[in-house]
């Protein structure tokens, strides 16, 4: 699908880092945008910025933990522009730390927003989206630690897996209809996600101290607007999966190799 001028695009976590830069591409090709984020200045800027594009900009508060906060989401999309064509179910949140140690507030607040926030956005807007019967796109985000997991990432992991799985499935139950899917998995982007405890809701709060942030060996950092490029041509070419980062390769491929010796000996 190419992203074209009177379509509709959605966009979670928009008023920074990917989600915005995804909104700022979109309004560039003439696409109406709607933003959805639950930092509520910061979504009136990034809206005025699309708006600065010539296009029109709906900024909707969203907690994507919450289902019925994201039906308003659709339901005010429809009301709107009554239609969808871009979904981008991108909203996520980051906290490091082991697997053993990671408190179960924080890996309930990382589950609710990197998952359980695409699947609301899934159940909210594809069946709208199939009844309009036009052509569409998802796109999830997921992360390069859906793939191959990092250390001190396991409940960032552990929902990107599943984002990437179910991402991998809903292609499967949508290819003979005229909505496309992709799972965009980036690497080391320069975003605020690694500040995402600034958003962290009270029902997730903890008194546990977070590990600071870590440089991953081997990615190089690279800015929010590159991904948005690199998710509008995934999306043209019809790509299932979307990678920023090619170095990556290696390690995906490292990967799978030692699951087929599992299978060979």
Excluded at 108 to 132: C, S, T
Excluded at 255 to 261: I, N
Aim: net charge neutral.
């Amino acid at each position: 699908m190419k992203p074209s001028k009177g379509q509709v695009a959605v966009v979670t976590g928009a008023a920074s880092g990917i989600g915005k830069a995804l909104a700022l591409a979109f309004a560039a090709r003439g696409l109406n945008v709607v933003l959805a984020d639950i930092e509520a200045a910061a979504l009136r800027t990034a809206a005025a910025q699309v708006a600065a594009a010539g296009v029109e900009a709906l900024p909707v508060v969203t907690d994507v933990t919450q289902r019925a906060s994201v039906q308003a989401l659709a339901q005010a999309t429809y009301d709107r522009f009554g239609a969808a064509h871009v979904v981008c179910n991108n909203a996520g949140v980051l906290a490091m730390g082991k697997v053993h140690e990671t408190p179960v507030e924080t890996w309930a607040w990382m589950l609710d927003v990197n998952l359980w926030g695409v699947i609301h956005g899934v159940q909210a807007f594809v069946p709208r989206m199939l009844q309009g019967g036009q052509p569409g796109h998802v796109v999830n985000t997921a992360s390069m630690a859906g793939m191959v997991p990092p250390e001190n990432q396991g409940a960032y992991s552990a929902t990107k897996y599943a984002v990437v799985g179910l991402t991998e499935t809903l292609a499967r139950e949508l290819r003979k209809t005229p909505i496309n899917v992709s799972v965009l998995c980036p690497g080391v982007v320069d975003t605020g996600i690694f500040k995402a405890g600034r958003n962290r809701q009270s029902a997730y709060h903890t008194d546990a101290a977070e590990e600071e942030p870590y440089v991953i060996p081997g990615l190089r950092m690279i800015d929010a607007p590159k991904v948005a490029q690199t998710v509008l041509a995934g999306m043209e070419a019809g790509a299932m999966y979307i990678f920023s980062h090619s170095e990556a390769l290696d390690w995906v491929e490292k990967h799978h190799q030692r699951v087929r010796q599992a299978f060979t000996g």
